[in-house]
């Protein structure tokens, strides 16, 4: 069992029609018939979204976003049209809120890897393979991979947990065109966030994008891009192979949630407790520092 430990009422807003509360975004349709994206502070973790949020959560990926669009915009479009607010919507969507167009989803998440970490990890210890690609022995836990592969997984409803599957799996699904386009255009996007993120001291170790197309069939990158929530940042100047990497992302969060100190049993059916103050306080410090070394503005 998992989900929402306590599910938010969405906003009632004149000339909005909410049409889905996802575990971090609340999604709205306006009389154009465009998407409106409200960014919450939601944080979610081992498929549960936790009773606690962390401030500034929702602005600062929104904002990291709209930054990582502009940088890979000759590489792919991006489906948002503005960040006005609607009118009539509560104060505190302002600098959270992207307004977008609406794309026709492709049901597969779109994952890059330059570095093995978390469910490759795992897959890759059980046969030197992640999704299909055969990898060289001797890889451990946060080493860089020869050269970076696109590991798909298939997307999953809230509380439930995406599953890694081969290239040739999502050539059947979507389409052997589709699949090639997803493949390169997510390792082209993932290459040069690579090196911008490495220029500022950050290690990409990998990433998730999602994409659709318009109603012209063009491939579109939509959701949001390269953030804490989507992407694996490590401090370039900490990493060191064979063990788990100081992190950028909700790591600390999970950290906590299977330490003694929580008292949460994860196999169990119960859900997770509210996130102490300082595990709060230190999460959210995370981000802002993610977003300051990427951007060089100060949050």
């Known amino acids: 069992m998992s989900g929402f430990v306590d599910k938010p009422e969405p906003a009632e807003v004149p000339g909005l029609v909410h049409l889905h509360t996802g575990k971090v975004r609340d999604l709205y349709q306006n009389e154009a018939g465009e998407l409106v994206?409200?960014?919450?502070?939601?944080?979610?973790?081992?498929?549960?979204?936790?009773?606690?949020?962390?401030?500034?959560?929702?602005?600062?990926?929104?904002?990291?976003?709209?930054?990582?669009?502009?940088?890979?915009?000759?590489?792919?479009?991006?489906?948002?049209?503005?960040?006005?607010?609607?009118?009539?919507?509560?104060?505190?969507?302002?600098?959270?809120?992207?307004?977008?167009?609406?794309?026709?989803?492709?049901?597969?998440?779109?994952?890059?890897?330059?570095?093995?970490?978390?469910?490759?990890?795992?897959?890759?210890?059980?046969?030197?393979?992640?999704?299909?690609?055969?990898?060289?022995?001797?890889?451990?836990?946060?080493?860089?991979?020869?050269?970076?592969?696109?590991?798909?997984?298939?997307?999953?409803?809230?509380?439930?947990?995406?599953?890694?599957?081969?290239?040739?799996?999502?050539?059947?699904?979507?389409?052997?065109?589709?699949?090639?386009?997803?493949?390169?255009?997510?390792?082209?996007?993932?290459?040069?966030?690579?090196?911008?993120?490495?220029?500022?001291?950050i290690i990409l170790a990998d990433t998730k994008f999602e994409f659709g197309h318009d109603d012209q069939g063009h491939l579109v990158i939509g959701d949001e891009v390269l953030t804490p929530d989507s992407s694996r940042f490590w401090p370039v100047e900490q990493w060191e192979p064979g063990r788990p990497q100081p992190s950028y992302d909700k790591q600390f969060v999970r950290d906590w949630l299977t330490s003694p100190e929580s008292g949460w049993d994860r196999a169990s059916e119960q859900p997770p407790p509210p996130l102490p103050q300082h595990v709060v306080e230190a999460t959210r410090a995370k981000y802002i520092e993610a977003y300051e070394r990427l951007t060089g503005s100060a949050w």
């Open 37 to 201: 994206m409200v960014a919450s502070d939601r944080m979610s973790a081992f498929d549960w979204v936790l009773p606690t949020g962390i401030p500034d959560k929702g602005r600062i990926l929104t904002a990291l976003s709209l930054w990582w669009f502009d940088r890979i915009a000759d590489l792919v479009p991006h489906h948002v049209i503005s960040t006005d607010v609607p009118e009539g919507a509560p104060a505190d969507w302002e600098g959270r809120t992207t307004v977008c167009r609406r794309l026709d989803m492709i049901p597969v998440e779109a994952v890059a890897r330059g570095y093995l970490a978390g469910s490759g990890l795992v897959e890759y210890r059980e046969g030197r393979t992640v999704c299909g690609v055969t990898l060289p022995e001797g890889l451990v836990d946060g080493s860089e991979l020869p050269a970076p592969i696109f590991t798909p997984a298939t997307k999953a409803e809230v509380g439930e947990h995406d599953e890694n599957v081969t290239y040739e799996e999502v050539a059947r699904q979507v389409g052997p065109d589709t699949a090639a386009r997803l493949r390169q255009t997510s390792l082209a996007v993932y290459g040069r966030a690579r090196d911008i993120a490495r220029d500022r001291g």
